[in-house]
């Protein structure tokens, strides 16, 4: 199989952990017989500085000409003053726009060799297996007006939560082909008692199940929501709801298990490319410091291999090498923990790729 | 002192812990010399059932002519499918309109006592000491329009995130206000990164931060706050957020110590009355069953002691109570534990009284 993979390094840690992932499936290639052929774009804070434009035109070109996109992490202090029009993260938002990535999928994965570092009770997070889709093109972040005024002498302000119906049930129906294959059960999360949004979104959500009898479905107030992915995140499979909702939610879950920097996500579209990246940021005080934890960008690389490809068993073969080198006590210096052996970004890369 | 208390029950256990509660105030009343008055009103679905409307107007003339109210909790299955606007908690956002509730505070507190009921590890909730200070009357709650429409054929559908600055304001104010006299530090959430909104508010929060010099401020974005508050809730003290944000995150904050049936809260206006209220739902499920915890509605009204009344002494007489009751090992079954002592609902509040 050939596969064309642009890789957008972006800031801080970014490069370190891209260039490790890229290492990994060029590994995956040789052993399974690929060629991927990588391009590179820029992105971020260093694209501002560059071009002038945190996502520079040939940046989209080249995604939009590619089979998959690998994103490393955009944004850092240096770039927290300058106009919100060439912030870092307005490259990451509109990246999304215009590879229309509607959906954004987060696994929160529980390993029983990082039980320690997380903040949970390990009866409460054991075997925790959930999946958020978040909508990722919709809601607060597009919706116009987003602007002050004065109102009757008074200064005011607007965002305005905007979705197309259409908009739900394609991430809905996402959703629901997502738990099929999974633990057959949907959490709808909404806030169907306040916004007029969420009772559409309920309604499509029943909508949608009834094409998909074998799924269960679920809504939960996002009040509640955020409640129980403490209390009893075991009791979720696939959760999927509307774009400041999941932003909030999947942060949430993304620290249940105390291994952020596992964390890979998929961001999909309509027609592809899909694109991925680590849940963790930019991280621009460890830097160049040879320490970040390549591993949730390495997992996203599964994802691809997966989701993109249709690759499962060199999907399988990355997941099993992370596995394998976790087992045998590696770590990086963000998962180290007593008794462990304490690896840099390219030893462990060297080691997941020693197990392939 | 005199004082007239409305009591607004509402609906499953509120009847049971406002009772509750009402007995502490009157041996209160008696230990320390003062009268109170308590007066009945209704609201939820017994409203919407007998009168009609989930919030009648003579209710909302009862709170009015009030020094202080307390409700117990409203909603319930039998009025999930009843048209939006008649539903139970139109009730609750009712009221907070109507007595211009701008303001809501909720105390986490760590009690080492029911330490096992927390989902989180010892060592990450241990003092635990955080107030969450949420918008109550702004946001997406109230703005317009908030409808569904048809464009281009399509069907979409809007809410309105709005905000005067002025309200903003006067919320980060109090937060300040309340800071100065805790732990001197308030976290100001926001998601300056992609609302104007939230860019007003931050704005807002340096502007009001000149006043209050020993006071550090300090900006966190909504998503990080979330993971925040599961990571390291004690690197927080007074938390001040919109209406939304502060819906999900102060139901966040509420499970981390495992005392949900311990927690109360107080919403603040400009001129009062104050309203007082558990946290916790009305939990139709063990209504009638004396089972349930009245120490939320009791520490609400020992909320309502210092903040309504300015009767400190009193106020601490309460709480004081209820940690000696906890400490003696009664346990209502919410935070029952092998060892302790099972007690329902009037024997707990005959506990409490016994030690006033
Ligand atoms: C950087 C920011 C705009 C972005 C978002 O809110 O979507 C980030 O928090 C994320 O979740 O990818
Ligand atoms: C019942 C609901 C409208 C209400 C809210 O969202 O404000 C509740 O969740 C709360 O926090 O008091």
């Known amino acids: 199989m050939k596969k064309r993979i642009a890789i957008l390094p972006g800031d801080g840690i970014g490069k370190e952990v891209t260039r490790g992932a890229v290492e990994v499936l060029q590994a995956i290639g040789e052993r399974f017989g690929h060629q991927f052929s990588f391009s590179y774009g820029k992105i971020g804070g260093g694209a501002v500085d560059e071009m002038g434009t945190p996502l520079p035109d040939e940046t989209t070109r080249l995604c939009k000409d590619s089979d998959a996109v690998l994103l490393g992490a955009v944004g850092g202090p240096k770039w927290d003053q300058i106009p919100v029009h060439l912030r870092p993260e307005r490259g990451l938002l509109k990246i999304r726009k215009e590879l229309d990535l509607y959906a954004n999928l987060r696994p929160t ?185 390549p591993l949730a960008t390495i997992l996203s690389v599964a994802m691809m291999l997966r989701l993109s490809f249709g690759l499962e068993e060199e999907a399988q073969a990355v997941e099993a090498s992370v596995n394998e080198v976790l087992n045998n006590g590696f770590r990086t210096k963000d998962i180290a923990s007593p008794g462990k052996k304490l690896v840099s970004t390219t030893e462990m890369v060297e080691e997941v790729k020693a197990t392939i």
């Open 109 to 293: 994965l529980y390993y029983s060799s990082l039980a320690d570092a997380s903040p949970l009770k390990k009866e409460v997070i054991e075997d925790v297996d959930l999946l958020m889709v978040r909508e990722l093109t919709g809601g607060l972040y597009f919706g116009k007006p987003s602007e002050r005024s004065t109102q009757d002498g008074r200064d005011v302000v607007v965002d305005t939560l905007f979705y197309q119906k259409e908009e739900m049930t394609r991430v809905i129906k996402l959703a629901f082909e997502l738990a099929q294959n999974r633990g057959g059960k949907v959490t709808s999360v909404d806030k169907a008692n306040v916004l007029e949004s969420s009772r559409m979104w309920r309604e499509v959500a029943e909508e949608v199940a009834k094409d998909f009898p074998e799924v269960t479905l679920e809504h939960m107030l996002v009040d509640n929501a955020a409640m129980q992915m403490v209390r009893n995140p075991k009791q979720f499979d696939v959760v999927v709801t509307e774009n400041m909702f999941g932003d909030i939610l999947s942060d949430e879950a993304s620290v249940l298990t105390g291994s952020l920097g596992m964390l890979p996500s998929a961001s999909i579209s309509e027609k592809g490319p899909y694109l991925y990246e680590p849940i963790h940021g930019s991280a621009p005080d460890i830097e160049g410091q040879n320490i970040a934890n």
